[in-house]
């Protein structure tokens, strides 16, 4: 079975500098796709990035990057330049890729704070 | 476009009673799912529907709990009977087979069973 790991439950960082998030994963599936959600208070779950395993290219989505270590079995999320409104509880997750439509596996999640 | 939808916002309810959540998914998606997030264990998947099929329901977590999905625009998650320990934030999310593979999620029903 697929496993997602998050062994960060809290960090912080202050405003405007730079914040690396950890997640590791557990597959013997060789395609997939790995994304990060982002939950803030209002317990609305957001997508912030995605990332195919195929494509050897990081994906980034504005202040939002990735550092994908296929071979590792990584995929980080740098948040760059951090805003308040970056506050939130960070899931990774996991999903096979195919014909069928599988479901997301997400990490246990990281407590993400943001100081003025 | 509207995302998904879920109904109640907020239940609470007395242990032993019926609880009966709801969601409406984006139109045009075929696959739906409900998962449950409590502090001590996560986000954890109770089941998932394609073309409002069961597909998997290994997450749910005993006989008390059901789901249903008549058709592609509506479906349940009964609770009977509750207990205290349900207590949690039960979201419903879609997405179409075939495309990025991102879930949308709807914005939770939080339960508290007494």
């Known amino acids: 079975a697929q496993t997602v790991t998050q062994s960060q439950p809290e960090m912080s960082v202050q405003e405007a500098e730079t914040v690396t998030l950890s997640c590791t994963y557990d597959?013997?599936?060789?395609?997939?796709?790995l994304f990060w959600y982002k939950q803030p208070p209002s317990r609305q779950m957001i997508l912030v990035i995605r990332?195919?395993?195929?494509?050897?290219q990081n994906a980034t989505e504005n202040r939002f990057s990735v550092n994908f270590q296929k071979a590792a079995k990584s995929f980080s999320l740098k948040i760059s330049d951090s805003q308040l409104g970056d506050a939130a509880m960070y899931f990774c997750?996991?999903?096979?890729?195919?014909?069928?439509?599988?479901?997301?596996?997400f990490g246990k999640g990281t407590l993400l704070t943001v100081n003025p | 476009d509207a995302g998904v939808i879920q109904s109640p916002r907020h239940e609470v309810t007395e242990m032993g009673q019926e609880v009966t959540l709801r969601c409406k998914p984006i139109?045009?998606?075929?696959?739906l799912f409900w998962y449950r997030q409590t502090m001590m264990r996560g986000l954890e998947l109770l089941i998932y529907f394609n073309n409002n099929v069961p597909i998997d329901d290994s997450g749910m977590p005993e006989d008390r709990f059901s789901a249903k999905m008549p058709n592609a625009s509506f479906s349940t998650l009964k609770i009977q009977p509750s207990e205290p320990r349900d207590s949690a934030v039960y979201f419903c999310?879609?997405?179409?087979?075939?495309?990025?593979?991102?879930?949308?999620f709807g914005e939770g029903s939080r339960l508290t069973v007494l």
């Open positions: 990332q195919e395993a195929y494509k050897q």
């Open positions: 139109s045009g998606h075929n696959s």
């Open positions: 999310a879609s997405n179409r087979q075939g495309d990025t593979g991102e879930l949308f």
């Open positions: 997750a996991y999903r096979r890729s195919g014909g069928s439509n599988y479901k997301l596996t």
């Open positions: 597959t013997s599936e060789s395609d997939y796709y």
